[in-house]
């Protein structure tokens, strides 16, 4: 393969990133679309009092959704490089296992709950950062198997 055709191909740690990255900016647009997000003129800008649901099972609010779309726009701008995808993946994943904890702990009727947060949510935190976190490690020990090591693009 010769350095131009290299240049422009993505591993498969980048595209992994790139993909998380466009279903968390899909997620940030559809939390915005009544209908889609059941109770939609109950949402409010954030706090638990918001009874918004994408899907009508995650409880959203207008900063949830924002959340979302920095997220997605994080993951499309750090899949560019290899060692930015790979950050993004299990960096992204800790912050998630750390959010998951952290609806586990507080009251969801508080004021702690500021995103907001309902179990729903809680356990697909957990899902999220155990899967950005698994595809950042595997996929990273898949580049560097099939190349020798990585490029850092």
Known sequence: MDVDARDTKKSGLQRAAGAVGAVFLLVGILGFIPGITTDYSTM??????????????????????????????????????WDSARAYLIGGGAIYLVLWIYGLLIDHESAANFVPLNDADNWLHLVLG?????????????DRDNRGHHDGR
């Open 130 to 142: 155990l899967g950005m976190i698994a595809l950042g490690v595997l996929l990273a020990k898949r």
């Open 44 to 81: 409010e800008f954030a706090g638990h009092e918001s009874d918004a649901k994408l899907l009508g099972i995650f409880e959203v609010s207008i900063l949830h959704n924002i959340v979302h779309l920095l997220f997605g726009v994080a993951g499309l701008a750090m899949a560019r490089t």
